[in-house]
């Protein structure tokens, strides 16, 4: 018999969305006619269409590989020249940031380097992870092994969880004991909620300090809607030595289906052997890009290519600003419901408090049963969402508008 990765048996999660659905289908069965009202606000994907100049963009790139004269076959796997140009352009050096081309990634969406990133580092770094947090990042170390068996409560021994909190702003403290790798997710999913300079810098710091690295998810970056505040870890001085940066085109234009993403590793990060023997990830990365894939096909590049022309920009800050519209909306609308709302600024997540006596779930219960909202229960993000609920602004203006209509008039 063929042996298989045992670690993926200690999985816990992959919970919590097909509960959801389980709990929404059994209202449906019991409900036929209230079902037609349902309205999702759980769920993380974007509902609008793509931008016109995404669109041209694509139909161009396949009518070029349609003609014998402008095929393309194979691309470099680590992404074509043009897009790695534009974006660290764009995105770092027109914004005074220190980032080189060949520094720049492309992928096919920030989910999976998130797991890939885990190829080049070894077993034994100790992990500092979030709690309430994207699963992603707990769920993959998981499955490469480096954690132990998981707990009742979800949690995994082998990671330090650092709680995200009302009391401390959902930006937590410094680890108690020294770790090796720490997650950050800034604007956060699911809190909503933003992390300052000041305090991302004391993150930089300490990593320098450990010789730690920080993986830093900026998936959401485009919806921080205040120039003081950090779009990347790179503005902050030392960051090139200790961090690697996930982006994502899915939040800002749409991309949840078309698939695109990019990872910055800096040359100047390093990690050692056993010996103590200094690498450069960049190396590293970069074969493992090679070796693993042969890239982004070349319409979805010229698609991302596309979201920085002049058109392109304004039509995805558009998309943007109708999902932070929405997300304002909602947050003043649980406010005026008396509930206590958090995020939803630089976020398309408002995070919100149960009201007292009634646990995540039982708030999801009461919002499908008395409003057919579908939610997120916070539980389901780490034992530190409890006592919350996440509420999504990916939808239309309209039933956004109904949504927040709903949520006034359910009595707590
Ligand atoms: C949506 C999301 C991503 C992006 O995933 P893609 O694979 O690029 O679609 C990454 N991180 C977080 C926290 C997200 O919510």
Redesign the pocket.
């Known amino acids: 018999m063929t042996f298989v990765n045992e670690h993926y048996l200690k999985l816990r999660g992959g919970y919590l969305f097909p509960e959801i659905g389980r709990r929404v289908e059994a209202f449906g069965e019991a409900n036929p006619k209230l079902a037609e009202r349902l309205i999702r606000c759980g769920i ?1 994907d974007v509902t609008e269409p793509l931008p016109p100049a995404v669109v041209t963009a694509m139909h161009h790139a396949v009518d070029e590989l349609a003609n014998r004269k402008t095929f393309r076959g194979y691309g470099p796997g680590t992404g074509y020249e043009f897009l790695r140009a534009t974006i660290a352009e764009h995105d770092f050096r027109g914004r005074g940031v220190d980032i080189a081309d060949d520094e720049i990634f492309v992928s ?7 797991g890939a990133i885990l190829d080049i580092l070894g077993p034994n770094n100790r992990l500092a992870i979030t709690d309430p947090v ?1 699963p ?1 990042y707990v769920d993959t170390n998981v499955m490469a092994g480096n954690t132990g068996p998981g707990r009742d409560d979800g949690s995994y021994v082998g990671i330090e969880y650092l709680p995200c909190t009302a009391e401390n702003g959902f930006v937590p403290a410094l680890p108690g004991d020294a770790v090796e790798l720490i997650y950050l ?1 800034y604007p956060n ?1 699911p809190t909503g909620a933003m992390i300052t300079r000041d305090q991302l810098r004391a993150w930089v710091e300490y990593a320098l300090s450990i010789n730690a690295i920080i993986l830093y ?1 900026v ?2 970056a485009a919806y921080i809607s205040d120039e003081s505040l950090p779009k990347t870890i790179y503005e902050i001085d030392g960051a090139r030595r200790c961090a690697i940066e ?1 982006h ?4 800002n234009s749409g ?2 289906g078309v ?3 990019y990872t910055v590793c800096p040359k100047d990060v390093q990690a050692v052997t056993r010996k103590e023997v200094e690498v450069p990830l960049h190396d590293l990365w970069t074969r493992r890009w090679n070796t693993k894939s042969n890239g982004v096909s070349y319409p979805v590049q010229r698609a991302a290519e596309a979201t920085y022309s002049k058109d392109g920009a304004g039509q995805i800050g558009e998309l943007v600003k109708h999902y932070l519209g929405n997300a304002k909306r909602l947050r003043e609308g649980c406010e005026s419901a008396g509930l206590t709302a958090y995020g939803g600024l630089h976020s398309p997540y408002v995070w919100v408090v149960c009201p007292e006596g009634i646990d995540s779930w039982g708030v999801f219960d009461r919002l499908l049963n008395e409003a057919q909202l579908v939610t997120t229960p916070g539980v389901g993000f780490g034992s530190c969402g409890e006592g919350y609920f996440r509420i999504s602004a990916f939808n239309t203006r309209e039933n956004t508008e109904a949504a927040v209509e709903r949520l006034r008039n359910v009595s707590w």
Do not use: E
């Open positions: 993380g096919d969406g920030s989910k999976c380097d998130c994207y992603v997710c999913n998810d998936a959401y996930f994502s085109f899915s939040k991309f949840t698939r695109c993403g």
